[in-house]
């Protein structure tokens, strides 16, 4: 198993560009979640889903859009890059079921930097 | 909203002293999970505790729930340069709920 894949490792954007993140994970897990790590500082919240087309909002989801389509994907959109969007984006599974813990497996990390 | 608070932020040691970063939760926890990011890495599950009190250790590294289930510690025995980096506890409110990561502690080990 691969786990979670991201891709790109790294980018660097225009303000205004907009580009996707890309996220896939292959050990048939439910939720997915998106974080940003701003240099230093813990892990924000910035999307997550519970299962292929639902997704919810979660404490920073300003300036981002997310869509899950299959259970294996899951993309980050930026639209309208702004220098504060500059951060280290992780993607996140997990096998999240009522009487279970959200044990979470990580991606290596997109670093995005916007000029 | 549940929060999960850790400190310090930040401690630097020397190689072979001791190390100890504590989690508080503002809620009673069904369980709580410790992982690892080593710098310029992603986060890494370590552990999880479940019951109320309980202790596991890893080597030189010891975890601990509180009674109250509402906190917990890692604490590590004699650093290694090989410790480095940020430790982030993650709290789970009841079985089924999404965790809640607290901000970490950035761990550097002086050789």
């Known amino acids: 198993n691969a786990g979670v894949t991201q891709t790109p490792k790294f980018r660097i954007l225009k303000i205004g560009q907009s580009m996707t993140l890309q996220c896939t994970q292959d050990?048939?897990?439910?939720?997915m979640y998106w974080y940003r790590q701003d240099p230093g500082m813990g892990l924000k919240l910035i999307y997550y889903s519970v299962g292929a087309g639902i997704t919810d909002k979660g404490e920073v989801p300003n300036g981002y859009n997310v869509s899950r389509s299959t259970t294996e994907d899951f993309p980050l959109r930026l639209e309208l890059a702004a220098p504060s969007q500059t951060s280290v984006y992780f993607c996140?599974?997990?096998?999240?079921?009522?009487?279970?813990?959200?044990?979470?497996?990580f991606g290596p990390g997109t670093r995005l930097t916007v000029l | 909203g549940q929060q999960v608070m850790q400190i310090p932020q930040y401690q630097h040691v020397q190689e072979g002293e001791d190390f100890t970063t504590y989690c508080n939760s503002s809620?009673?926890?069904?369980?709580i999970q410790w992982y690892k990011q080593r710098p310029g890495g992603h986060p890494v599950f370590l552990i999880q505790l479940v019951k109320s009190g309980e202790v596991k250790k890893q080597k030189r590294l010891t975890f601990q729930f509180g009674e109250a289930k509402k906190n917990s510690s890692l604490h590590i025995t004699a650093t290694q340069t090989t410790d480095v980096g940020t430790y982030f506890c993650a709290g789970q409110k009841t079985s089924g709920s999404r965790l809640t990561f607290g901000e970490g502690t950035q761990l550097t080990v002086n050789p």
């Open positions: 050990m048939n897990h439910n939720y």
């Open positions: 996140a599974s997990s096998l999240l079921r009522v009487t279970s813990t959200d044990t979470q497996y």
């Open positions: 809620t009673t926890l069904s369980n």
